[in-house]
């Protein structure tokens, strides 16, 4: 049995395959990032997952692709776990620019991909090798244009007095915005990089307002500033993304693109169903 993992900071997508590329199940965790989750904390949302228990010993190959897994010492912590909890498995960890790459770019194509999901990044392919300029630090400095980013956006808009007043209505009766409450799950609870993602949802409910549109554009020329603009030949290959970010505000990240005179490449929420194919095509 061959498990694909797409693993982003919220959730993560597992697909298992036979040996002739046959789909056995799909399933679903709790994101699993090793830069803000303890062992216990990975190990429990493996353990408490039916298919993935049940299976475990079956596993022979294990292709794991996840938010936070950028460095040698992250990649090692996770295949450690993953090495006692599927005894028998060969596990391969890479970090999620791989999987947006498989599932966007074919190999022997050239083009940039990005990440607009819980978080953000951005590299150049050049049909056979990644390459990035910029080393991630993470969701706090970094993360531009991502669910994180608009999420501490709109929270420090409103604490600051910037929103407008009817959105700002609207915001504190969709979410609880008690400062004891926001402390406690951005300095306290797991996840804080997730929390700050669930406030996004609100920017997409309501992008058509005014002050929603200058939010989303200016977040994401911020990050075209920043991330797409650093490679050479941005303006010559295809910029494509995967993320939910890049998915439900897809029209306004087209209108932004365009206006950088870049190129739209392929757009998908979920990168899971490329990777099934890329590695089918493989095996």
Same mark, same amino acid.
């Given at each position: ?13 597992? $697909? ?22 303890? !062992? =216990?904390?990975? =190990? ?62 074919? $190999? *022997? ?15 150049? &392919? ?17 993360? @531009? ?9 709109? $929270?420090? @808009? ?11 209505? +609207?915001?504190?009766?969709? &979410?609880?915005? =008690? ?21 996004? !949802?609100?920017?997409?409910?309501? +992008? @058509?307002?005014? &002050? ?6 200016? *977040? ?6 920043? &991330? ?22 897809? =029209? ?15 757009? !998908? ?10 590695? !089918?095509?493989?095996?």
């Amino acid at each position: 049995m061959v498990l694909i993992v797409d693993s982003g900071a919220t959730k993560s997508d597992w $697909i298992a395959l036979d040996d002739k590329g046959n789909q056995l199940f799909l399933t679903q965790t709790l994101g699993l990032s090793p830069e803000v989750l303890t !062992r =216990e904390v990975i =190990e429990d949302r493996l353990a408490n997952n039916f298919e993935l228990s049940k299976n475990k010993e079956k596993v022979s190959h294990l292709y794991f692709y996840g938010a936070g897994c950028g460095t040698d010492r992250m990649k090692k912590f996770l295949r450690d776990i993953f090495s006692d909890f599927f005894p028998n498995a060969k596990a391969e960890v890479k970090e999620d620019t791989y999987a947006a790459i498989f599932a966007t770019v074919k $190999i *022997g194509h050239q083009g940039i991909v990005c990440i607009l999901g819980t978080g953000s990044n951005c590299s150049y &392919y050049d049909g056979h090798q990644l390459f990035q300029k910029v080393t991630s630090l993470g969701y706090i400095p970094m993360d @531009d244009g991502s669910g994180n980013y608009f999420g501490r956006k709109l $929270i420090r @808009d409103y604490y600051f007095h910037k929103m407008p007043q009817d959105l700002g209505i +609207k915001f504190a009766k969709q &979410y609880d915005l =008690e400062a004891d409450v926001i402390k406690e799950n951005l300095y306290k609870q797991p996840n804080p990089n997730t929390y700050l993602a669930t406030f996004a !949802r609100f920017l997409i409910e309501n +992008k @058509d307002h005014p &002050y929603s549109k200058g939010v989303i554009d200016k *977040g994401f020329q911020q990050f075209i500033n920043n &991330y797409v603009m650093q490679f050479e030949l941005a303006t010559k290959v295809p910029i494509n993304f995967v993320g939910s970010i890049s998915h439900y505000l897809k =029209e306004e990240l087209i209108n932004v693109l365009k206006r950088n005179d870049l190129i739209v490449g392929v757009i !998908r929420q979920r990168p899971i169903e490329g990777l099934v194919e890329f590695h !089918r095509d493989n095996m």
